[in-house]
C-alpha cells in the first residue's frame, strides 16, 4: 500500500525559503512510469499544481512560481522534495505530496493524474 | 479564479442522485485532455475518485461515474449517502498554460 508523508516547519518567516519533504512507502521513487508532484491549497483559493519531479531529477513548475521553487528526489532515501524561496503570506496553505500515473502508452504530460495523495502538511508564513 | 469552473454546492436527499459540472475551454478539457475527478472528505487528503473521465480506481462505489462531452464534464452521483458528504474537484491539463489546473471545489451537502 503506497503511503506519502510530507515533513516540514510548519512555520516560516517571510521572505526565507520553506523546504518540504514527502516520504514514500510501499512504493519507489525510482519507479520510471511515475512522476512525483506538490500540489497546494492557500488560504481562500483552490487546489494549485506547484510543480513535479521525474527519478531522474527532471522537473517541471507552474510558470507563476518557476522562478522560486526547487524540486528535488533523492532516491538513496525515497523521498522527494520542494523548496519555495521569497516566502509571503500568499503562500500560506496546505501542502500535499502526490502521485502521477497514467495508463497510456507513449503518454504526455498532460495524460497524468495523481493516484495518491500525502495528508498534507501546514505551512504558514508569518513574523 | 479556476480555470475549470465547478459550481460551489450542491445538495440532495439520500438516496438521490447529484450531478456536479466541470466546464473547460478549448486549452484543456476541449483539447481532449482527459478530467480526473478527485473526493476531500471532512478532514482528510483528496482521494482518487475518477480517472480518464470515466474509470474508477478499485473500491470505488459504481454510484459514482464521470463523463465528458466537448469542453466540459460531469460527475455523477446516484444513490446518494450520508458518507458521500464531502468536497469534489475536477481537474485536467491545460496546453496553454502548460499546467495541471484544477476546479474550484463543490460541497456536496447530504440532507
Known amino acids: 500500500q503506497l503511503q506519502l508523508q510530507e515533513s516540514g516547519p510548519g512555520l516560516v518567516m517571510p521572505s526565507e525559503t520553506v523546504s518540504l519533504t514527502c516520504s514514500v512507502s510501499g512504493g519507489s521513487v525510482s519507479s520510471i512510469i511515475h512522476y512525483w508532484g506538490w500540489i497546494r491549497q492557500a488560504r481562500g483559493k483552490g487546489l494549485e499544481w506547484i510543480g513535479s519531479?521525474?527519478?531522474?531529477?527532471?522537473?517541471f513548475s507552474t510558470p507563476s512560481l518557476k522562478s522560486r521553487i526547487t524540486i528535488s528526489v533523492d532516491t538513496s532515501k525515497n523521498q522527494f522534495s520542494l523548496r519555495l524561496s521569497s516566502v509571503t503570506a500568499a503562500d500560506t496553505g496546505f501542502y500535499y505530496c502526490v502521485r502521477h500515473v497514467t495508463d497510456i502508452v507513449g503518454a504526455v504530460f498532460g495524460d497524468y493524474y495523481m493516484d495518491a495523495w500525502g495528508r498534507g502538511a501546514t505551512v504558514t508564513v508569518s513574523s | 479564479q479556476s480555470v475549470l469552473t465547478q459550481p460551489p454546492s450542491v445538495s440532495g436527499a439520500p438516496g438521490q442522485r447529484v450531478t456536479i459540472s466541470c466546464t473547460g475551454s478549448s486549452s484543456n478539457i476541449g483539447a481532449d485532455f482527459d478530467v480526473h475527478w478527485y473526493q476531500r472528505l471532512p478532514g482528510t487528503a483528496p482521494k482518487l475518485l475518477i480517472y480518464a473521465n470515466i474509470f474508477r480506481p478499485s473500491g470505488v462505489p459504481d454510484r459514482f461515474s464521470g463523463s465528458k462531452s466537448g469542453t466540459s464534464a460531469s460527475l455523477a452521483i446516484t444513490g446518494l449517502q450520508a458518507e458521500d458528504e464531502a468536497d469534489y474537484y475536477c481537474q485536467s491539463y491545460d496546453s496553454s498554460l502548460s499546467v495541471w489546473v484544477f476546479g474550484g471545489g463543490t460541497k456536496l451537502t447530504v440532507l
Open positions: 519531479v521525474y527519478y531522474n531529477g527532471s522537473s
